[in-house]
T-cell receptor, first 115, second 111 residues
Framework: EAQVTQNPRYLITVTGKKLTVTCSQN?????MSWYRQDPGLGLRQIYY???????DKGDVPEGYKVSRKEKRNFPLILESPSPNQTSLYFC??????????????FGPGTRLTVT | RKEVEQDPGPFNVPEGATVAFNCTYS??????FFWYRQDCRKEPKLLMS?????NEDGRFTAQLNRASQYISLLIRDSKLSDSATYLC????????????WGAGTKLIIKP
C-alpha cells in the first residue's frame, strides 16, 4: 500500500529534551516536506527536500532541523523543543515535477505537546 | 494580509443544501490551485484540482477567477459525510512552486 508513515503519532515532552519525528514514504517520491498546523493558521511549511541531500527552509524553520540521507526518509529534529512548538505536524511527499501540479500525500500526523 | 484567505466558518448547512466556499490569493504568479479536504484530526487529502476553465467532479464544482484572484468550491446536494474542513491551496511559482495553504473553512452538515 502506498503511504507516508510518521512516528510517533503522539508525544508529550519537556522543554529542552531533544526529539526526532520520523517520516518514511514508499512511493519513490523525490519531494518531501514537513508542515505544522495550528488553529487559525493553516498548514505552514517548516522544511522541504527536493531530493536526497537537498533540503531547504520553508516558512517557519526556526527551531527545527531535517536531513535527507535516503530517498524514503525525512526525519524532523527538534534539538531543544519549546512550548511554542506544541502543534500538529504532518510529513508529506509527492513526485518532484515542476509547477506543484502533483498531489501531495500526507502522513497521519504527529501531535506534539511541549511542557 | 495572508497569502491565501478563507472564511473560517463554520458553515452550518442542512443536508441536501448547496454550499459555496470562496478563497482569495495574493500572489498573481500562482499557477496551480487545489481544494483539499481534512477530517477532524486527520491528514489533508486532495479533493480536486482547479483548472482555468472550471471543473466538476460529481457533486463538486471548482472555479478559478484569475483576474480577481479567487477560487471557489460548490457542493451540491450536501451529505452528512461532507462535514469536514476544506482547505484552499495555491502554489508559489517564485519559490520552487511551494504550496501555500489557507486556514480552511469548516463545514457542518446537519440532518
Amino acid at each position: 500500500e502506498a503511504q507516508v508513515t510518521q512516528n510517533p503519532r503522539y508525544l508529550i515532552t519537556v522543554t529542552g529534551k531533544k526529539l526526532t519525528v520520523t517520516c518514511s514514504q514508499n512511493m519513490n517520491h523525490e519531494y518531501m516536506s514537513w508542515y505544522r498546523q495550528d488553529p487559525g493558521l493553516g498548514l505552514r511549511q517548516i522544511y522541504y527536500s527536493m531530493n536526497v541531500e537537498v533540503t531547504d527552509k520553508g516558512d517557519v524553520p526556526e527551531g527545527y532541523k531535517v536531513s535527507r540521507k535516503e530517498k524514503r526518509n525525512f526525519p524532523l529534529i527538534l534539538e531543544s523543543p519549546s512550548p511554542n512548538q506544541t502543534s500538529l505536524y504532518f510529513c508529506a511527499s509527492r513526485p518532484r515535477g515542476t509547477g506543484g501540479f502533483y498531489e501531495q500525500y500526507f502522513g497521519p500526523g504527529t501531535r506534539l505537546t511541549v511542557t | 494580509r495572508k497569502e491565501v484567505e478563507q472564511d473560517p466558518g463554520p458553515f452550518n448547512v442542512p443536508e441536501g443544501a448547496t454550499v459555496a466556499f470562496n478563497c482569495t490569493y495574493s500572489n498573481s504568479a500562482s499557477q496551480s490551485f487545489f481544494w483539499y479536504r481534512q477530517d477532524c484530526r486527520k491528514e489533508p487529502k486532495l479533493l480536486m484540482s482547479v483548472y482555468s476553465s472550471g471543473n466538476e467532479d460529481g457533486r463538486f464544482t471548482a472555479q478559478l477567477n484569475r483576474a480577481s484572484q479567487y477560487i471557489s468550491l460548490l457542493i451540491r446536494d450536501s451529505k452528512l459525510s461532507d462535514s469536514a474542513t476544506y482547505l484552499c491551496v495555491v502554489n508559489r511559482r517564485d519559490s520552487n512552486y511551494q504550496l501555500i495553504w489557507g486556514a480552511g473553512t469548516k463545514l457542518i452538515i446537519k440532518p
